[in-house]
C-alpha cells in the first residue's frame, strides 16, 4: 500500500465546473497536509495547506479533511483551462519522518 | 530572485560519469530537502539537511549518491557512476524547519543518461 494514493486521472471537468480531487494516507500519525500544483515540466507549487480537520478556503480552492478516515481532498470552484495541471497531495508526519510524503498526482483537464 | 535556484537546469551524461549539481535555498530557510521525480510520478525524498547536518537519508540514495551543505547555505548532490536509471529531475526544496513547514520548490535539474 503506497503512502499516499491519489488517482492518475486524467480528470476532465468543463470551463466553470467545480473540480474534485482524492487523496487517502495511510501514516495515522500525519498532520500537515500540502496540495501542490504543477505545469508540464515545471516544478511543484504550493497552492494549499490544511492541519484541522474540516475545510479551509483560500479563494476558488477548498482544502478539506477527515482525519478519522484519512482523506484529504481538494475542490477547485469555476474551473479555468489554466487551472489544467497535475495536483500533488503531501503528506507530513511530526514524528519520524520529517519531509513531506507526496502521491503521485492527478492530472486535471479543464475543457474551455 | 529570493526563490529556490538550482543549477544547472539540464544535464546530459554518459552512463558512468559523475555529475553535482547545486542549490541554493531561499535565504533565511534552514532546512534543505532534495526529491528526484521521474515521468508520472511525485516527488521521491532523497535526504534533508538542517543547517549543515544531513539529518535523513532515503533508502532510494544508494552509496553512488552524496549530498552536502557545508556551511548550512546551498548544498550540492553528487552522483558518481551514473546509470540510465538516474534520469529524473531532481528537486531541491527548502523549509524554515517550523511546525508545520512549507516546503518551496526549485526549478529543478533535469538529468539524462545516455
Known amino acids: 500500500q503506497k503512502e499516499v494514493e491519489q488517482n492518475s486521472g486524467p480528470l476532465s471537468v468543463p470551463e466553470g465546473a467545480i473540480a474534485s480531487l482524492n487523496c487517502t494516507y495511510s501514516d495515522r500519525v500525519s498532520q500537515s497536509f500540502f496540495w501542490y500544483r504543477q505545469y508540464s515540466g515545471k516544478s511543484p507549487e504550493l497552492i494549499m495547506s490544511i492541519y484541522s480537520n474540516g475545510d479551509k478556503e483560500d479563494g476558488r480552492f477548498t482544502a478539506q479533511l477527515n482525519k478519522a478516515s484519512q482523506y484529504v481532498s481538494l475542490l477547485i470552484r469555476d474551473s479555468q483551462p489554466s487551472d489544467s495541471a497535475t495536483y500533488l497531495c503531501a503528506v507530513k508526519s511530526d514524528t519520524g519522518r520529517r519531509a513531506l510524503t507526496f502521491g503521485s498526482g492527478t492530472r486535471l483537464q479543464v475543457q474551455p | 530572485d529570493t526563490g529556490v535556484s538550482q543549477d544547472p537546469r539540464h544535464k546530459i551524461t554518459k552512463r558512468g560519469q559523475n555529475v553535482t549539481f547545486r542549490c541554493d535555498p531561499i535565504?533565511?530557510?534552514?532546512?534543505l530537502y532534495w526529491y528526484r521525480q521521474t515521468l508520472g510520478q511525485g516527488p521521491e525524498f532523497l535526504t534533508y539537511?538542517?543547517?549543515?547536518?544531513?539529518?535523513?537519508k532515503s533508502r532510494l540514495l544508494s552509496d553512488r549518491f552524496s549530498a552536502e551543505r557545508p556551511k548550512g547555505s546551498f548544498s550540492t548532490l553528487e552522483i558518481q557512476r551514473t546509470e540510465q536509471g538516474d534520469s529524473a529531475m531532481y528537486l531541491c526544496?527548502?523549509?524554515?524547519?517550523?511546525?508545520?513547514?512549507?516546503?518551496?520548490f526549485g526549478s529543478g535539474t533535469q538529468l539524462s543518461v545516455l
Open positions: 535565504s533565511e530557510h534552514n532546512r
Open positions: 526544496a527548502s523549509s524554515l524547519g517550523q511546525s508545520r513547514e512549507k516546503l518551496f
Open positions: 539537511f538542517q543547517n549543515e547536518a544531513q539529518l535523513e
